[in-house]
């Protein structure tokens, strides 16, 4: 596969993985589609907004900048023009890494420490001292009152994240190293009108 096909299918799954990690980080500020909870209600790492942030927007730069290396924009003609969006595309595929392994971690500790929850009349994260074993037991689910089926809520939505994330530093590392020979040996596509 060429240099510039490869980017562009790169840059098209990143643009649609960062768009999944926003909306999944969009719903976890709303359990169960409800707008009532306080920020004294949801869990930190909601707040932390690593769907949003890492693998939302940080994400969104290299999906862009991928889809533009491997196209041919306004970036100059040729194959200077095209080695230039590639060495572009390094720099923001690095970037998205660093988005990538926040939405990874900060998602990661959520599941690992599980939601803050209403038990026994107390608002706290009543999981983090099983360190995560309450995944693999979902009758302790229900023990979590308020906000009702936040358990559930945050595991579904927080392991797409997990996933999503993974599958963005997937991404980044082969866009970084298919920039990377983009740059050196540039692209092999073929021009308009050349002889076969």
């Known amino acids: 596969m060429c240099t510039g096909k490869c980017a562009r299918f790169v840059g098209l799954s ?19 589609g409800k707008t009532t909870w306080t920020k004294d209600h949801i869990s930190l790492q ?15 730069c290299p999906g862009i ?27 923001c595929s690095a970037f998205g890494l660093l988005g990538g392994i926040y939405c990874l971690s900060v998602s990661g500790t959520a599941l690992r420490i599980g939601p803050k929850c209403l038990m026994n009349d107390t608002w ?33 939505l927080f392991s797409l994240l997990v996933a999503a994330s993974c599958l963005e530093i ?5 866009q970084l190293v298919n920039a990377t020979i983009g740059v050196f040996c540039g692209d092999c596509r073929k021009k308009e009108g050349a002889p076969h």
């Open 14 to 32: 990143l643009v649609s993985l960062s768009l999944i990690c926003i909306t999944a980080n969009a719903l976890l500020l709303v359990p169960n």
């Open 65 to 91: 900048a991928a889809v533009r290396a491997g196209g041919k924009g306004c970036c100059g003609a040729g194959c200077c023009g095209n080695r230039c969006r590639m060495l572009r595309s390094i720099f």
């Open 124 to 156: 706290d994260y009543h999981f983090k001292e099983t360190l995560g074993s309450y995944l693999y037991n979902r009758t302790q689910w229900s023990l979590c009152v308020q906000p009702p089926g936040i358990v559930y809520w945050n595991v579904t």
């Open 170 to 174: 997937l991404l980044c590392g082969l």
């Open 46 to 60: 909601v707040w932390l907004m690593a769907g949003f942030i890492g693998g939302g927007l940080m994400i969104l």
